[in-house]
Nanobody, 121 residues
Framework: QVQLVESGGGLVQAGGSLRLSCAYS??????MAWYRQAPGNKRLFVAA???????NYADSVKGRFTISRDNAKNILYLRMNSLKPEDTAVYYC?????????????????WGEGTLVTVSS
């Protein structure tokens, strides 16, 4: 069974930075990802990391967000720089099987409860 617990969200001004964390446990986790869901919208892919530390990013966050993980501590991170009001959302981490081509990620149906990021203008 996979367990995921996100933290690190908060209120930040536009142009600021935040680092999200996701503590995870479980087996057969070969890749992990961050998704976000703004009010009234679908949950959308943000970034993923797989074997060999290969990464994929949504176009909207490329160059601003960095996904990484500490395999020894079982923690997934999302460093978010140059935040914009449109980045406001609940951010979720996900455990997955692996990455495919550019922008592709194969996730399992395991989610944390999310952490809220609010970016003020």
């Amino acid at each position: 069974q996979v367990q995921l617990v996100e933290s690190g969200g908060g209120l930040v001004q536009a142009g600021g930075s935040l680092r999200l964390s996701c503590a995870y446990s479980g087996s057969n986790i070969n890749a992990m990802a961050w998704y976000r869901q703004a009010p009234g919208n679908k949950r959308l892919f943000v970034a993923a990391i797989g074997s060999g530390e290969r990464t994929n990013y949504a176009d909207s966050v490329k160059g601003r967000f960095t996904i990484s993980r500490d395999n020894a501590k079982n923690i997934l991170y999302l460093r978010m720089n140059s935040l914009k009001p449109e980045d406001t959302a609940v951010y979720y981490c996900n455990a997955g099987y692996g990455l495919g081509g550019p922008g592709e990620y194969y996730g399992m149906d395991y989610w944390g409860e999310g952490t809220l990021v609010t970016v003020s203008s």
